[in-house]
């Protein structure tokens, strides 16, 4: 008897073992990635990992981590994480700043304190699947978000069109994505052992195609997508780029109706080394002209490029593609460090989406529009 479809792509595919309990979290931290034990596919449970029971967690998105046992890094170390270990977050507290950093934010989990901007905040939210995809005017398909801390992706083809997938088929790495991270999907499939999955399509890739458990994702709603608002004609987004400041204003009027911290261009590179071309367009003249609930972002050059898959809530404001957008591969807001757009939290950066104009519907979910363009964007530096 032929395997089904969706079996063949699963059993082709393999993945790092990264279950574990709420206590073990530390034991498996201490092991690299090249440590952790691979093999194939062979049950439902395996598709979704196990996190720790906890309404609040947090996801290592850097390297490595030390666990201190004091919010400072000159506190002992009680244990290293390396990248997508899971914590349970029990509160931010205010610390120390590590040399040459600016945050002092740190996360208190039940082993001690980890340096917050290395720790994205996540929930597991599984959902129930849906059983048919809805029609849109770009055929089937829905967008969703993550919704658990992390998911395993499988890739429909052999070969892979993404720089960052490609490079973790190379390296024998987990191909994932994210907490919050949006992304379309338009097919829906069944194995052999009753397992749920969507097909992941991004609209504005490379062309990779993948699948996923179901349960991983939640489906958005026009109601959330809908105009925050929309009657209110005189608006305005203040950026202060300012590096000490690194905040993102919305105004109606003279009136600062919301406020949060983002993170702007870098002003400098790993190397301490300045580079201007990164920095956040200085300038009053700025309009909004393009918005996408989702995209694919890449750029630079090897050794300090990015390509990142579903990144959310996307507002272009300028021509060269500055734009505000969410954020899932950092939490240090508060201090500059992009490539010259305006990082934001994923709540924030869903208001300035639904605040600003044009308004962007569901369905397609893109829009571009002329000059004079949307919301005025104002970026000021002290």
Sequence with gaps: MTKPFIDIILTRMKWIDTSYSRRGFLKLGALSLGALVLRPWNNWS?????????????????????????????????????????????????????????????????????????VQPVRNQPNVPVTEMPQTGLGKGMWVEVSVPQTQIFLERDTAASAWLQYALDYGLVPRLYYSQVIWVDDIRTSSQGQVLYRINERYGPGDLFWAAAE???PLTDEEISPISPEV???????????????????????????????????????????????TPIGSNHRIWRKMISTHMSGGQTGTGY?????????????????????FWHNDF?????????????????????????????????MTIAMPGGTQVDIVEA
């Design 46 to 118: 395996q598709l979704l990992d196990e996190f720790p029971n906890a309404e609040q967690l947090g996801r290592i998105c850097v390297g490595k981590v030390d666990v201190r046992s004091r919010p400072s890094v000159d506190a002992e170390s009680v244990g290293v994480l390396y990248e997508d270990a899971i914590v349970v977050w029990l509160r931010e507290v205010v610390g120390e700043a590590p040399m040459g950093r600016q945050s002092r934010r740190w996360v208190e989990t039940p082993d001690g304190y980890v340096y917050a901007p290395s």
């Design 216 to 218: 991983a994702f939640r």
């Design 233 to 279: 004609e005189n608006k305005k987004v203040v950026v202060d780029v300012t590096p000490t400041r690194q905040i993102l204003s919305l105004y109606e009027g003279n009136s600062e109706v919301y406020a949060c911290r983002i993170s702007s261009g870098a002003k400098w590179n790993a190397e301490g080394a300045i580079v201007e071309e990164w920095g």
């Design 307 to 327: 390509d990142l898959p579903g990144v959310a809530w996307t507002t272009l404001f300028t021509g060269e593609g500055v734009a505000v957008h969410s954020t």
């Design 334 to 366: 508060g201090t500059p460090r992009s490539h010259g757009c305006v990082n934001c939290a994923p709540d924030d950066a869903k208001y300035v989406f639904r605040w600003t104009l044009p308004e962007i519907p569901y369905d397609p979910g893109d």
